[in-house]
């Protein structure tokens, strides 16, 4: 008996230490990042000596303004893309018998297992060869969207796998449009999950490099213009913008869990 508990005890202890080393992976580079944003030298910021200088350089810079102008636009616009896409797949998958339905969702799902790196050059050469469309951002969320769509499609899915759809026939039994049942049954019971995939796509465009570099041409945002700022050294502008990004995602992520935790909109979760 007490060599069982014994055994408990040790697995318990074994598994809370794996579980601390996990977040340490994971959050000490962010932690680190952020802490090297307000040091004097980023190089060796030890013993540490506190400076805004890298915050001050991105407000007064007006390349990381036009970049974060270029970076939101790409991030709503294919947020805007592959929130249509995944609700009008997932509703066609769930509420619709086809035999078609397993070609659909594997259609969805393919972009998921295709590096990055070859959907943005692949992309590139459709665009130019095939429909003669030069590098811009409309090619760029074009682009995005294809890799977005896939994330986009499994959130739909997890959250509409359980909306009931008797209550849109119910609605056009009496007398409601396809449309009209959309707007007033359909999106008010399922708009927390178009919500959290419009938040997972946006973050996933807004951050992209692989994708975008190859389909904006000229045009910069704020992972290019980063990237292309290291070929001159790490300057302290490059750890105050990745702390920002990280603070807003962070930030994004926490009014979420508050509104689920105070039970002001569900996302699909269920106690």
Request: aromatic share 14%; with cysteine; charged share 10%.
């Amino acid at each position: 008996m007490r060599r069982a508990r014994t055994l408990d005890v040790l697995s318990k202890s074994g598994s809370g230490a794996l579980l601390v080393l996990l977040y340490v992976f994971l959050y000490a580079p962010i932690a680190y990042i952020i802490y090297t944003s307000f040091s004097k030298n980023i190089a060796w910021p030890f013993p540490p000596q506190l400076s805004l200088r890298g915050y001050e350089l991105l407000w007064v810079g007006r390349t990381y303004h036009e970049a974060l102008y270029n970076s939101l636009t790409l991030g709503i616009g294919s947020a805007v893309v592959c929130t249509l896409f995944a609700t009008i797949g997932s509703i066609a998958v769930l509420k619709y018998r086809s035999r078609w339905r397993r070609l659909i969702v594997i259609t969805y799902l393919c972009p998921l297992f295709v590096a990055n790196l070859l959907i943005g050059i692949s992309s590139l050469l459709f665009n130019r060869q095939v429909l003669n469309l030069p590098g811009n951002i409309g090619s760029a969320i074009i682009a995005n969207a294809v890799h977005g769509t896939a994330f986009a499609f499994l959130i739909m899915l997890a959250q509409m796998v359980r909306y009931d759809w008797r209550l849109d026939d119910a609605a056009m039994v009496f007398g409601a449009r396809p449309l009209r049942c959309f707007w007033e049954i359909t999106l008010p019971n399922t708009w927390p999950a178009m919500l959290g995939a419009f938040v997972i796509s946006f973050i996933l465009a807004f951050n992209n490099l692989e994708i975008s570099f190859y389909n904006l041409g000229a045009t910069q945002t704020l992972p290019s213009t980063a990237w292309g700022s290291l070929r001159h050294g790490l300057g302290p502008e490059l750890p105050a913008l990745a702390a920002l990004v990280n603070g807003v995602v962070f930030l994004a992520f926490a009014v979420m869990y508050l509104l689920m935790r105070y039970r002001i909109v569900s996302f699909g979760h269920r106690e």
